[in-house]
């Protein structure tokens, strides 16, 4: 949940609208999204679990941990992309609107 309220505050704080050249080392939007869907779906796991005393206690960083494992990301490319992002906040903007277009997305088909 840090982490999800972390990269919404980059993007209420972020003021540099232009756009360069993605630098080398910089995760691409689309690996960008993926991470916040499965960090999304990870802080939904822990706040269902804190209600739910049947199920062994989950954290929320876990879920973290696993998806950066699952894409082969280390936490400093992971924090060096969201400082670039942060500077980015059109860029972030449109992958924080495609990842709550996809978890719509199968929130509906999960119905």
């Known amino acids: 949940m840090r982490l999800g309220i972390?990269?919404?505050l980059m993007v209420l704080c972020a003021c540099n609208p232009s756009?360069?050249?993605r630098p080398e080392g910089i995760l691409p939007?689309?690996?960008m999204r993926n991470l916040i869907i499965?960090?999304?779906l990870a802080d939904a796991a822990a706040i269902v679990n804190k209600t739910d005393q049947?199920?062994?206690p989950f954290l929320a960083e876990l879920g973290y941990e696993a998806a950066l494992k699952k894409q082969g990301i280390d936490r400093e490319t992971l924090?060096?992309?969201l400082e670039y992002y942060e500077k980015h906040?059109?860029?972030l903007e449109k992958i924080y609107d495609d990842a709550i277009a996809e978890l719509n997305k199968?929130?509906?088909q999960n119905r």
């Open 6 to 8: 972390l990269l919404a």
């Open 79 to 81: 924090i060096r992309s």
């Open 54 to 56: 049947r199920f062994k």
């Open 29 to 31: 939007d689309s690996t």
């Open 19 to 21: 756009v360069p050249e």
């Open 38 to 40: 499965e960090f999304s």
């Open 89 to 91: 906040p059109k860029l």
């Open 106 to 108: 199968r929130q509906i």
